[in-house]
């Protein structure tokens, strides 16, 4: 069982910067893949970012790369998302989820344990 509980979230203008952080309950994070999703009002929750149990390997959604980079700490059982240039359009709840393997990665369908959230909002 893994508990995660996201953080950093907040209001930021056109252009600035955040950092989320997702904080992992549990001996067995290292082995977890994982991921930054987000939900806007009204849409879908879509894939952000995913980083492999090591680190070494990492995947992101067209419309954020170059500008966010997710990356974890195995020995503080957190996992981060430093957000770049944000956009009004990055405006969402952000979700920090994990799962066992790495196949379907981009699918949110595919995680096991979700965090609550956290809103980031990004004013023009």
């Known amino acids: 069982q893994v508990q995660l509980v996201e953080s950093g979230g907040g209001l930021v203008q056109a252009g600035g910067s955040l950092r989320l952080s997702c904080a992992a309950s549990g001996r067995t994070f290292f082995s977890y893949t994982m991921a930054w999703f987000r939900q806007a009002p009204g849409k879908e929750r879509e894939f952000q970012a995913v980083?492999?149990?090591?680190?070494?390997?990492?995947y992101y959604a067209d419309s954020v790369k170059g500008r966010f980079t997710i990356s974890r700490d195995n020995a503080k059982n957190t996992v981060y998302l430093q957000m770049n240039s944000l956009k009004p359009d990055d405006t969402a709840v952000y979700y920090c989820?994990?799962?066992?393997?790495?196949?379907?990665?981009?699918?949110?369908?595919?995680?096991?344990?979700w965090g609550q959230g956290t809103q980031v909002t990004v004013s023009s």
């Open positions: 989820a994990a799962k066992g393997r790495w196949d379907s990665v981009r699918s949110s369908q595919q995680y096991d344990y």
């Open positions: 980083i492999s149990w090591s680190g070494g390997t990492t």
